[in-house]
């Protein structure tokens, strides 16, 4: 069984759609992130979702939307989408991942091409 | 805020050779260390952690790692690479202050050569 499994793994989608990227864990964790990894691979927190509460929003356009129904599933809406949004996005989550001491499992990311 | 520095961006090594990765962060206060290996294509994996305790410790695949608080390091190794090694290798911070997600280096491209 995958632990954090993301979709869809890839995506290709012309500039001005809107489109959603979809993160489910079976770990029964209670911390959930958005990373994103560009061009370069370097991997920045986007979101942080603490059951079901939003705990850490970073500097992103107000295009990027997060939504947790519930402790499992953290999706990723993304409005008008631009060309620099064109990155590997990662989902991840914790257990108690406000504190410290634990570890974050990730899924196997979602390739988005903005043409 | 906390930073986390890789130096070697590309580091290309033959099989059987020894590997050091250097990883250096600024923080002064309690942190836990990471180090995650991205197989091509492929997601994260946790390699090593570090919270407390032996600063030297042992992940999987025979790595291993250092912490050394007094010069704010914690540098990947392993005595001999394989090609399956090939990886872009990444480290980590998270500090006991903020937020406290996971602040991530750029990352280093180990090219193993058979």
């Known amino acids: 069984d995958t632990a954090v499994s993301q979709t869809p793994k890839y995506l290709v989608t012309q500039m001005g759609n809107d489109k959603s990227i979809k993160c489910e864990q079976n770990?029964?964790?209670?911390?959930m992130y958005w990373y994103k990894q560009d061009s370069k691979k370097f991997l920045k927190i986007m979101f942080s979702y603490n059951n079901k509460e939003l705990i850490i929003n970073e500097t992103v356009p107000n295009r990027f939307s997060p939504k947790s129904p519930d402790k499992a599933h953290l999706n990723l809406h993304i409005n008008s989408l631009e060309l620099g949004d064109s990155a590997v996005y990662f989902c991840?989550?914790?257990?108690?991942?406000?504190?410290?001491?634990?570890?974050?499992?990730f899924g196997q990311g979602t390739r988005l091409t903005v043409v | 805020a906390q930073s986390v520095s890789q130096h070697n961006h590309h580091v290309i090594l033959s099989e059987a050779a020894s590997l050091e990765l250097g990883c250096n962060y600024s923080?002064?206060?309690?942190?836990?260390l990471f180090w995650y290996v991205q197989y091509p294509g492929q997601h994260l994996q946790l390699l090593l952690k570090y919270f407390s305790g032996d600063p030297l410790v042992k992940g999987i695949k025979g790595f291993e790692a250092e912490f050394i608080k007094s010069k704010f390091s914690f540098n990947l190794r392993k005595p001999s690479v394989q090609w399956s090694d090939t990886a872009e290798y990444f480290c980590?911070?998270?500090?006991?202050?903020?937020?406290?997600?996971?602040?991530f280096g750029s990352g280093t491209r180990l090219q193993v050569q058979p």
């Open positions: 923080y002064g206060g309690t942190v836990n």
């Open positions: 980590a911070v998270k500090v006991d202050t903020g937020r406290r997600a996971l602040t």
């Open positions: 770990l029964g964790h209670d911390t």
């Open positions: 991840a989550s914790s257990q108690r991942g406000a504190g410290m001491n634990t570890e974050a499992f």
